[in-house]
């Protein structure tokens, strides 16, 4: 089994900057993609973010040029660097890693932008 756990969240001021991580413990193999998504009440998850084991990304059109996923090459853990923050940012951002056959997802971390 794999768990994944997301820290970095917290409240920041609009404009201002963040730095998530998503660290995995447990039986983890090769990492396929790294993904971040994000839940804003009453909104359907969307995706914010993805990474692709040959190194492909793509982002969400609203996050485009903002945000940077990446990944530590020594250990499981992903990152997703949050700048220019918006109020629209705000939400429950979750990692999912899918390795294999297996999409493993963490439990959260909150963000949110004060105007």
């Known amino acids: 089994q794999v768990q994944l756990v997301e820290s970095g969240g917290g409240l920041v001021q609009a404009g201002g900057s963040l730095r998530l991580s998503c660290a995995a413990s447990?039986?983890?193999?090769?990492?396929?993609?790294i993904t971040w998504y994000r839940q804003t009440p009453g909104k359907e998850r969307e995706l914010v973010a993805r990474?692709?084991?040959?190194?492909?990304?793509n982002y969400g059109d609203s996050v485009k040029g903002r945000f940077t996923i990446s990944r530590d090459s020594a250990k499981p853990t992903a990152y997703l660097q949050m700048n220019s923050l918006k109020v629209e940012d705000t939400g429950v951002y979750y990692c999912?890693?899918?390795?294999?056959?297996?999409?493993?997802w963490g439990k959260g971390t909150p963000v949110t932008v004060s105007p």
């Open positions: 447990g039986s983890v193999d090769f990492i396929d993609t």
């Open positions: 990474l692709t084991s040959n190194g492909d990304t």
């Open positions: 999912k890693f899918r390795i294999g056959l297996s999409a493993y």
